[in-house]
């Protein structure tokens, strides 16, 4: 028999305390969940039933409610029992009725994280979420519903309440409206979305929020997560009790490993649990213990120590590391890390953080007093900062400083972090206008590398004005980029220092078009000195006007083709960009912050072949290239980028960096670049600089990747500079089955004949754990062969937490592609 029964109105659910957004952790919903199926009244109390000429029954009483079971035989009372109304039983369809529940899905796995994992057992309905639960109606189902006057009902026989999408079902159901309890015995099941608990009795005093289930077995579907208690309490409608509970991942059989506690109190108005007489089982074996632990059960942090990592290296000896994560308010939180190392001893790490309406930032203090191993203090100091006053204005900072030049070669974890030769401290105000900007900054680097001698300029300030006026008369772009720089130096007494002034007005006349584009462009770059001279004899308010003009002209041919048998749109692309600049004398200009450009593909089409403004390189060159490009016609993917180009001179190059003798060539080296994405797991990018004189490589820069999927990753790369750098780069995350994976990266240096590092690891995937090793041999910067090693041991318990060091970071950095 099934009825259904009204939601009960706003303000009632709000007078009854009703619970009604669970926390993250699953444990206590099948207890609240209850209280909510039944929040809404059950209308009837005492009725007599009808067949309806529609064929359904119609109960009339004090209200009336509809039923929409096959129409059974005509309701009889029993003379035993005044007052007690009785349905007979109804005969089970041959084919099922329309469900009262909502879509539900099979419960299984629902992350890729679970894929190694069976099913969860079936025995749930792992509902999909339905919004407004509050104000569903009410729908119940049984075998007979037997009303015993004083608002009390009794469901027997595969008695089942819904309400939306949660979902209660057991042998016998109890429900008292004037006490608002309700009483379930007899394979209790409770089903919402996500969860799924079983039990054998259940109690509930619905106003209050009390009442007690037990024992209970339950099911988290997202979690992939399975426990029991002895017996949950419920102690209001913010605190639940469960004793002898327990949680694992593990599959059904499996023992690997279990959390247990002897009682846990879970308190929702706080957001946190406590629990007691804790232990971490493995294989049914106490490896961990404490007699008290408090954890989060939503998203609201707390204050607490996190898991402690551990490891080996040469330099530092054993090292443990205990972090504790404190709770400061709201948008304020920091981590303080003891780090003990055997070689050098106690270091405190610390990370503090902060996030406001308008701003946000982070400050990284490591102090190490009396470095055993260095014979010093060590510290580093991090500050980064950025935020907003008003819509336009944005302020930024980012200022570094550490004890020494070895701290990174000491206390990096990667080469890039041993690779840093420069350390910035910045601080930064952008104003944003309709069509211009304007930056001030002040800016000063610490020299890290000590086989680096010379030291970077200080801009104290540096102002940034660019515009780009919305005006085109006839089409005519305008644009102005202007820069005043204080540059100072630690060795003022040694090189010059001053103001910069540098205007740059630029005009353009672009016409494009479909298949072409013709943009002409004039830009005249004037930099004026005041100047603190080393060198008396020189002049101290040096200038330099030169105007530059150039004329960039592309056209765009395409057609449809074919390419290992796939369709796609091919483009070709000509480009020729000539630009004329007339000689400067630059021998009275000092040089702050000007260098040479990194010569590539791209490189062909700047007017300038220097950076910064000190140089303003002459010129009277033309630059010739082809691109041509495969489109996927569906997607306008871009499958295959191939380029070539050269520049060609007309005159020979005066100015140089250093003022030196001017450059004869009459066409530059062969600039080529390739990329290669076509669909399959292979990708390819190259880029080389050719020489056509001796027909040799000046540079080139090589790399193919593989990718057949998250866990099956290959990458193989090759850098060239001739004369200079030789090196293979080799990263690798390879399944020997479906458990086992080996990583690595391997960083060769072909010049040197030596590692730079050298990153080797295996992991073993289980369902509900993994373990990661990984033993790492880095070179650090300027060491002269002195490589630091360390081995890495990570425990990771699948939907709880990892122990040891971080394995799966240390493969991230190292290997491109990885994913755990």
């Known amino acids: 028999m099934r009825f259904y029964a009204a939601p009960a109105s706003r303000a009632d659910q709000a007078e009854r305390s009703l619970y009604v957004n669970p926390p993250p952790l699953r444990l206590t919903p099948l207890s609240l969940a209850l209280g909510l199926l039944l929040a809404g009244p059950v209308v009837a109390q005492e009725w007599n039933c009808r067949s309806s000429s529609q064929g359904e029954w119609v109960c009339t009483g004090q209200e009336a409610t509809t039923l929409t079971s096959p129409p059974p035989a005509e309701p009889t009372t029993s003379p035993a029992a005044p007052g007690r109304v009785e349905a007979t039983p109804v005969p089970r369809a041959s084919t099922p009725p329309a469900p009262i529940s909502p879509q539900a899905t099979p419960a299984g796995p629902v992350d890729p994280a679970w894929v190694l994992c069976p099913p969860l057992p079936e025995r749930g309905l792992n509902l999909v979420p339905v919004p407004d639960r509050e104000l569903a109606t009410t729908a119940l189902e049984a075998d007979r519903v037997i009303s015993h006057g004083d608002a009390r009902y009794e469901l027997l026989g595969e008695a089942i309440i819904q309400r939306a999408d949660q979902r209660v079902a057991a042998d016998h159901i109890l429900f008292d409206d004037r006490l608002r309890s309700v009483d379930a015995t007899g394979q209790v099941r409770f089903d919402e979305p996500n969860l799924h608990l079983e039990a054998q009795q259940a109690r509930l005093v619905l106003d209050t929020d009390e009442g007690e289930i037990q024992p209970v077995d339950y099911l988290l579907y997202s979690a992939h997560a399975r426990g029991t208690a002895a017996t949950l309490s419920l102690e209001g409608p913010e605190r639940k009790r469960l004793r002898q509970a327990s949680y694992t991942t593990c599959p059904q059989g499996s023992d690997a490993w279990r959390l247990r506690a002897s009682q846990v109190l879970l308190k929702q108005d706080e957001g946190s649990g406590v629990a007691r007489h804790a232990r971490l089982e493995v294989r049914n074996i106490p490896v961990f213990y404490t007699p008290y632990i408090s954890f989060p059960i939503d998203d609201r942090r707390r204050s607490g120590f996190l898991i402690p990592g551990f490891g080996s290296s040469d ?45 946000a930032g982070q400050l990284d203090l490591a102090a190490l007093p009396d470095d055993d191993a260095f014979g010093a203090d060590r510290h580093l100091v991090a500050i980064r900062h950025q935020g907003t006053l008003g819509e336009r204005l944005r302020l930024e900072a980012d200022l570094n400083d550490v004890s020494d030049e070895a701290y990174f070669n000491d206390f990096g ?83 010059d220092t001053g103001n910069r002034l540098d205007l740059r007005p630029r005009l353009s006349l672009p016409l494009r078009r479909t298949a072409y584009e013709i943009i002409p462009t004039l830009t005249v770059a004037h930099t004026q000195y005041d100047l603190e001279r080393v060198d008396p004899s020189l002049d101290s308010t040096p200038s330099r006007t030169t105007p530059i003009v150039s004329l960039d002209n592309r056209v765009y041919f395409e057609r449809q083709t074919e390419l290992f048998g796939h369709a796609y749109q091919q483009t070709l692309e000509p480009r020729a960009f000539y630009v004329f600049a007339p000689a400067r004398d630059h021998r009275d200009i000092p040089l702050f912050d000007s260098g040479n450009r990194s010569f590539r593909f791209r490189e062909l089409f700047t007017e300038n072949r220097f950076t910064g403004a000190d140089r303003v390189g002459d010129a009277n060159q033309l630059a010739l290239a082809v691109t041509s490009r495969y489109l996927d016609p569906l997607s306008g993917t871009e499958r295959v980028r191939a380029s070539i180009g050269q520049l060609f001179y007309f005159e020979d190059r005066e100015v140089t960096l250093q003022n030196t003798a001017a450059l004869e060539e009459g066409q530059s080296d062969i600039a080529g670049e390739l990329e290669v994405n076509l669909p399959g797991p292979w990708s390819l990018y190259s880029d080389a600089l050719w020489n056509p004189d001796d027909g040799s490589t000046r540079q080139s820069n090589t790399g193919i990747h593989y990718r057949g999927g998250a866990r099956r990753v290959a990458n193989l790369s090759y850098r060239y500079t001739k004369g200079s750098l030789a090196q293979l780069d080799a990263s690798w995350l390879w399944p020997l089955s479906h458990q086992w994976h080996l990583a690595g990266r391997w960083n060769y240096s072909l010049q040197d004949n030596r590692t730079l590092e050298a990153l080797f690891g295996a992991e073993y995937d289980s369902c509900c754990w993994a373990l990661r090793i990984a033993w790492r041999t880095l070179l650090p910067s300027g060491a002269a062969g002195e490589y630091n090693q360390g081995l890495y041991l990570e425990w990771e318990l699948k939907g709880m937490t990892s122990l040891g060091d971080k394995v799966e970071s240390l493969m991230k950095s190292g290997i491109l592609g990885y994913h755990p």
């Not at 303080?336 to 406001?356: A, H, S, V």
């Not at 030769?421 to 601080?427: F, K, Q, S």
């Not at 900054?441 to 590398?449: D, E, Y």
């Open 315 to 359: 330099q530092s000896g054993f090292d443990l590391r205990l972090p504790y994560y404190w709770n400061i308010a709201a948008n304020r939180d920091a981590t303080l890390t003891p780090r003990y190392m055997e070689k050098r001893g106690l270091m405190l790490d610390t990370e503090w953080r902060y996030l406001n309406r308008r701003s």
């Open 413 to 495: 974890e990667s080469l890039e972090f041993t690779s840093i030769t420069h350390l910035e401290r910045r601080l930064e105000a952008i104003y944003q206008g309709d069509w211009w900007r304007l930056q001030g900054r002040a800016q000063n680097f610490q020299t890290v590398n000590p086989a680096i001698l010379s030291r970077p300029y200080a801009r104290l300030p540096q102002i940034n004005f660019t515009a780009r006026t919305p005006v085109r008369p006839f089409g005519l772009e305008s644009s102005l980029g202007a820069e005043f720089t204080a540059f100072d130096h630690s060795r003022s007494d040694q090189v």
